[in-house]
């Protein structure tokens, strides 16, 4: 994602629809709930989680730009529960709360922290290795979608515990990128497939049988099917059981600010 609103107004709004059920990214900065996937509170623009280190590192961000905010007493109960990976609430009464007070209060330092946090962690590497692979638009879209799923890292042996590397490593066992010489339907669908593989493995441990963590990853394969490389608009889509679309003139009506990414 260059410096190209346009385009980052569809790739947010995709990843927005599969996260938090809401075309509209700008909506999402403030939503925060425990869904039940092991991971503590789900919050943001694309699901920062207590149970994670990405929330520690937006909250000690947070705490740079407004030393006041409701977020920093809960720093220490925050890398605790980083540290063990753990999804429990202890030490985070209020905090939900405190997340929707600062949406509220302090939106600008609010949404540049979450940014800071996307662009850093996410989707920086994200947009690099797409270009080192040479993939398109597309192929932006699906990275990034699958970075801010699995996780940035590597060196898991287990489908389920495969983060955003790992899948990239095992999608090219199977299949040459474009920068390789390959063709890149093949391999964006070698790896949504192993996308498909780490999310049910990782349905099967959680006895989780959600048929709807799925969606992203169909309507990824459709465009794939489509060759819709560029994104281009319309695009219809369904995503957590509901069917969005989403059109130039919707695009148009977002903020631009809100995918300012360099200033955050």
């Known amino acids: 994602m260059d410096k190209n609103y346009d385009l980052r107004k569809r790739i947010m709004s995709l990843v927005g629809a599969a996260e938090n059920s809401d075309i509209n990214y700008s909506n999402n900065y403030s939503y925060i709930e425990d869904i039940g996937d092991g ?4 919050a943001g623009v694309i699901g920062f989680t207590t149970g994670t280190n990405d929330m520690v590192k937006l ?11 409701e977020l920093k007493k809960y720093q220490d ?3 605790k529960l980083s540290e063990s990976k753990s999804d429990s609430h202890k030490g985070l009464n209020g905090f939900k709360k405190a997340w929707k007070n600062a949406s509220k209060n302090d ?4 949404i540049k922290v979450q940014n800071y946090v996307l662009k850093t962690d996410y989707m920086t590497d994200a947009v690099n290795r797409a270009k080192e692979d040479g993939l398109s638009q597309l ?10 799923k699995h996780g940035p890292g590597h060196g898991a042996t287990n489908p389920k515990d495969w983060s955003f590397d790992d899948l990239r490593n095992e999608a090219k066992k199977g299949a040459k990128t474009p920068a390789e010489g390959g ?3 093949d391999y964006l669908n070698n790896f949504v497939g192993k996308r498909y593989d780490a999310i049910s493995a990782e349905q099967r441990a959680d006895e989780d049988n959600n048929p709807n963590v799925y969606d992203r990853l169909k309507v990824q394969q459709e465009l794939i099917k489509d060759s819709n490389f560029d994104l281009k608009l319309p695009l219809k889509f369904k995503m957590n059981d509901e069917n969005f679309e989403l059109t130039q003139n919707i695009i148009n009506n977002f903020n631009d600010q809100d995918v ?3 200033h955050a």
């Open 39 to 42: 991971r503590g509170y789900t």
């Open 77 to 79: 109960a925050l890398t």
């Open 59 to 69: 909250v000690k961000h947070y705490n740079k730009l407004n030393p006041n905010n």
């Open 107 to 110: 939106r600008d330092n609010f």
């Open 260 to 262: 300012d990414f360099e």
């Open 139 to 148: 192929g932006q879209y699906i990275y990034f979608d699958a970075i801010v």
């Open 183 to 185: 063709n890149e339907a």
